[in-house]
C-alpha cells in the first residue's frame, strides 16, 4: 500500500517556542516535511528580542503519522512544543449545529403571538385543517436525518452515540448546501420493526425523512417499509445518494473514452445497500451488464447464500473479484480498502474506468494505477474526482421538498444524476473533472428542478 496523501482529516495546530534567531523556523518546517507533513498556515503569535511564539497548522495522512511530526518537532534543540491540538476534534467539540429561534422575542406581544395565547389558534387551524402544518410550522423544511448507527461510514457498527457527529454532519450540509433544517435523530434500537415504528411516530414533525448509516439487508425492509407507511419522502442517502452521485460521474466518465452505457461492461464491489442500489439506478439508466461482487466472489446464480436483493443480481457465471474484472469496462468498488491489485486493473478493457469509492481508504489507491486508467475517481476530497452525496442529497430533499413530494422515485434520482453530469460540460470535461465541485453552487439548485419536474411528471407531487 502506497502511503496516503495528508489531509484536513487529521489535521494539528502546533504551539511552539523558539529563540529570535534568524533561520530557527526553517529546522521546524524541514522537520516537518521529512516526517510527511504537509504545512499549512503559520502564524505569529508573539514576537520578543529573545524569542517568538508561532502557532502551524499541518496535515498528516493517520494519528501515527501524525504523533511522528509532533516527536520530530520536539526533538529540534532549542524549541518547545507549548500546544498539540487536534484541529478535526477541535471542531467537533460541543457539537457543530444549534437551534435558533427564526423570530425575535421583544416584546409582549411577540411573545403573546408566538407562544400562548396567540399559538392556540394556529394548533386550532392546523386541527380543523391539517395540510396547513406545512404552512404554519416548520414541517415544510425540515428532515429528520435517522439512523441506529450499526453502519457508521466505513468502521462498522458503532451504535447511536458514535454516529451522532455524522448525523450532526449531515445535518450541516443540509443547511448549507440545500437551505434545509435538519435534526440528528440516533436511535438506541437495532430492531427493524423498532426503527420503522419509531420513525412513524415522529413523521408528524418533519417534511421527509433522511436514513442514514443503517446495515444492509435491514435498510432495505426499513426504507420499503417506510415509503409505504408514510406520506412524505424517505430517502437512504447510503444507497440512492451514492448511486446518483456515481451515474453521474459515469455517464461523464464514458464520454471521456467514447462508450456507451448499454455496451460496457460494469463490475461493482460490494453487494451492500449502495452496491445493490447502484446496479439498480444503472439499469434504469440502460446498463444490461452488471456483474455484482462480495466477500466471497461474483454474485452467481450457482450460489446458495444470496439474500433477496442479492438474488436479484445474480449472474451466470461464477469466480473471484479478479475474474470478474478481466475484460470488464468499469469497476465501481463501495466495499473494502485495498482489495484491487494493479494487475486486476491491468486485466481490465482498454481505456478502463475505476471508480474506488471506500472510504477512508479506497480498494486501490490511485497512485498505484495513474498510467493504467482512462479515468479516476475515489470518495475522498484529496484526490480528483470526489464522489461525494453532498452533490444529491441536498438538492433531492429542496426538490422534494419544495412541490410536498409524497415519495422519491427512481425517475426522480435517475433525472438527478443527469442534472448533476450536465454542469460538466464539454469544455471542462477530463479525467480529472467528471463531476462539479460540491462547492459549486449551481448543483442544488439544479437537482432541486430537475427532482421537482420528475416528481410531476411521476404524479407525486401534492404542490
Same mark, same amino acid.
Given at each position: 500500500?502506497?502511503?496516503?496523501?495528508?489531509?484536513?482529516?487529521? %489535521?494539528?495546530?502546533?504551539?511552539?517556542?523558539?529563540?529570535?534567531?534568524?533561520?530557527?523556523?526553517?529546522?521546524?518546517?524541514?522537520?516537518?516535511?521529512?516526517?510527511?507533513? %504537509?504545512?499549512?498556515?503559520?502564524?505569529?503569535?508573539?514576537?520578543?528580542?529573545?524569542?517568538?511564539?508561532?502557532?502551524?497548522?499541518?496535515?498528516?495522512?493517520?494519528?501515527?503519522?501524525?504523533?511522528?511530526?509532533?516527536?520530530?518537532?520536539?526533538?529540534?534543540?532549542?524549541?518547545?512544543?507549548?500546544?498539540?491540538?487536534?484541529?478535526?476534534?477541535?471542531?467537533?467539540?460541543?457539537?457543530?449545529?444549534?437551534?435558533?429561534?427564526?423570530?425575535?422575542?421583544?416584546?409582549?406581544?411577540?411573545?403573546?403571538?408566538?407562544?400562548?395565547?396567540?399559538?392556540?389558534?394556529?394548533?386550532?387551524?392546523?386541527?380543523?385543517?391539517?395540510?396547513?402544518?406545512?404552512?404554519?410550522?416548520?414541517?415544510?423544511?425540515?428532515?429528520?436525518?435517522?439512523?441506529?448507527?450499526?453502519?457508521?461510514?466505513?468502521?462498522?457498527?458503532?451504535?447511536?452515540?458514535?454516529?451522532?457527529?455524522?448525523?450532526?454532519?449531515?445535518?450541516?450540509?443540509?443547511?448549507?448546501?440545500?437551505?434545509?433544517? $435538519?435534526?440528528?435523530?440516533?436511535?438506541?434500537?437495532?430492531?427493524?420493526?423498532?426503527?420503522?415504528?419509531?420513525?412513524?411516530?415522529?413523521?408528524?414533525?418533519?417534511?421527509?425523512?433522511?436514513?442514514?448509516?443503517?446495515?444492509?439487508?435491514?435498510?432495505?425492509?426499513?426504507?420499503?417499509?417506510?415509503?409505504?407507511?408514510?406520506?412524505?419522502?424517505?430517502?437512504?442517502?447510503?444507497?440512492?445518494?451514492?448511486?446518483?452521485?456515481?451515474?453521474?460521474?459515469?455517464?461523464?466518465?464514458?464520454?471521456?473514452?467514447?462508450?456507451?452505457?448499454?455496451?460496457?461492461?460494469?463490475?461493482?464491489?460490494?453487494?451492500?445497500?449502495?452496491?445493490?442500489?447502484?446496479?439498480?439506478?444503472?439499469?434504469?439508466?440502460?446498463?444490461?451488464?452488471?456483474?455484482?461482487?462480495?466477500?466471497?466472489?461474483?454474485?452467481?446464480?450457482?450460489?446458495?447464500?444470496?439474500?433477496?436483493?442479492?438474488?436479484?443480481?445474480?449472474?451466470?457465471?461464477?469466480?473471484?473479484?479478479?475474474?470478474?474484472?478481466?475484460?470488464?469496462?468499469?469497476?465501481?468498488?463501495?466495499?473494502?480498502?485495498?482489495?484491487?491489485?494493479?494487475?486486476?486493473?491491468?486485466?481490465? $478493457?482498454?481505456?478502463?474506468?475505476?471508480?474506488?469509492?471506500?472510504?477512508?481508504?479506497?480498494?486501490?489507491?490511485?497512485?498505484?494505477?495513474?498510467?493504467?486508467?482512462?479515468?479516476?475517481?475515489?470518495?475522498?476530497?484529496?484526490?480528483?474526482?470526489?464522489?461525494?452525496?453532498?452533490?444529491?442529497?441536498?438538492?433531492?430533499?429542496?426538490?422534494?421538498?419544495?412541490?410536498?413530494?409524497?415519495?422519491?422515485?427512481?425517475?426522480?434520482?435517475?433525472?438527478?444524476?443527469?442534472?448533476?453530469?450536465?454542469?460538466?460540460?464539454?469544455?471542462?470535461?477530463?479525467?480529472?473533472?467528471?463531476?462539479?465541485?460540491?462547492?459549486?453552487?449551481?448543483?442544488?439548485?439544479?437537482?432541486?428542478?430537475?427532482?421537482?419536474?420528475? $416528481?410531476?411528471?411521476?404524479?407525486?407531487?401534492?404542490?
Amino acid at each position: 500500500m502506497a502511503n496516503l496523501n495528508p489531509n484536513a482529516s487529521y %489535521s494539528l495546530a502546533l504551539t511552539i517556542e523558539l529563540p529570535n534567531i534568524a533561520g530557527t523556523l526553517s529546522y521546524v518546517t524541514q522537520a516537518i516535511a521529512a516526517a510527511g507533513g %504537509s504545512l499549512g498556515q503559520i502564524s505569529l503569535i508573539e514576537h520578543t528580542l529573545k524569542i517568538t511564539r508561532r502557532e502551524i497548522t499541518i496535515d498528516a495522512s493517520s494519528e501515527e503519522q501524525a504523533e511522528k511530526i509532533v516527536s520530530a518537532v520536539r526533538e529540534i534543540p532549542n524549541v518547545k512544543v507549548i500546544k498539540v491540538s487536534d484541529r478535526t476534534f477541535e471542531l467537533h467539540r460541543k457539537g457543530k449545529i444549534t437551534v435558533n429561534s427564526r423570530l425575535p422575542l421583544t416584546s409582549q406581544s411577540d411573545l403573546a403571538m408566538a407562544y400562548t395565547p396567540g399559538v392556540g389558534r394556529i394548533c386550532q387551524a392546523i386541527a380543523r385543517e391539517p395540510s396547513k402544518v406545512y404552512e404554519l410550522t416548520i414541517k415544510n423544511n425540515t428532515v429528520a436525518v435517522v439512523t441506529d448507527g450499526s453502519a457508521v461510514l466505513g468502521l462498522g457498527n458503532l451504535g447511536p452515540e458514535a454516529a451522532l457527529p455524522v448525523m450532526e454532519g449531515k445535518a450541516m450540509l443540509f443547511k448549507e448546501f440545500g437551505g434545509i433544517d $435538519a435534526f440528528p435523530i440516533c436511535l438506541a434500537t437495532q430492531d427493524t420493526e423498532e426503527i420503522i415504528e419509531t420513525v412513524k411516530r415522529i413523521a408528524p414533525v418533519f417534511g421527509g425523512v433522511n436514513l442514514e448509516d443503517i446495515s444492509a439487508p435491514r435498510c432495505f425492509e426499513i426504507e420499503e417499509r417506510l415509503r409505504k407507511e408514510l406520506d412524505i419522502p424517505v430517502f437512504h442517502d447510503d444507497q440512492h445518494g451514492t448511486a446518483i452521485v456515481t451515474l453521474a460521474a459515469l455517464f461523464n466518465a464514458l464520454k471521456l473514452v467514447q462508450k456507451t452505457i448499454e455496451e460496457v461492461r460494469i463490475v461493482i464491489n460490494g453487494a451492500g445497500a449502495a452496491g445493490v442500489a447502484i446496479a439498480s439506478l444503472l439499469q434504469a439508466a440502460g446498463a444490461t451488464t452488471i456483474w455484482l461482487c462480495d466477500t466471497k466472489g461474483i454474485l452467481s446464480t450457482s450460489r446458495t447464500d444470496l439474500n433477496p436483493q442479492k438474488q436479484a443480481y445474480a449472474v451466470n457465471a461464477s469466480g473471484s473479484l479478479a475474474d470478474a474484472m478481466q475484460g470488464a469496462d468499469i469497476f465501481l468498488g463501495v466495499s473494502a480498502p485495498g482489495v484491487v491489485t494493479p494487475e486486476m486493473v491491468r486485466s481490465m $478493457a482498454k481505456d478502463p474506468i475505476v471508480f474506488a469509492m471506500a472510504n477512508p481508504i479506497p480498494e486501490i489507491q490511485p497512485e498505484l494505477i495513474t498510467d493504467d486508467v482512462a479515468v479516476m475517481a475515489t470518495g475522498r476530497s484529496d484526490y480528483p474526482n470526489q464522489i461525494n452525496n453532498v452533490l444529491a442529497f441536498p438538492g433531492v430533499f429542496r426538490g422534494a421538498l419544495d412541490c410536498r413530494a409524497k415519495t422519491i422515485t427512481e425517475h426522480m434520482c435517475l433525472e438527478a444524476a443527469k442534472a448533476i453530469a450536465s454542469l460538466v460540460t464539454s469544455n471542462n470535461l477530463d479525467r480529472e473533472h467528471i463531476v462539479p465541485s460540491v462547492f459549486d453552487q449551481r448543483v442544488a439548485p439544479a437537482v432541486a428542478s430537475a427532482v421537482q419536474l420528475a $416528481a410531476r411528471q411521476d404524479g407525486v407531487a401534492t404542490q
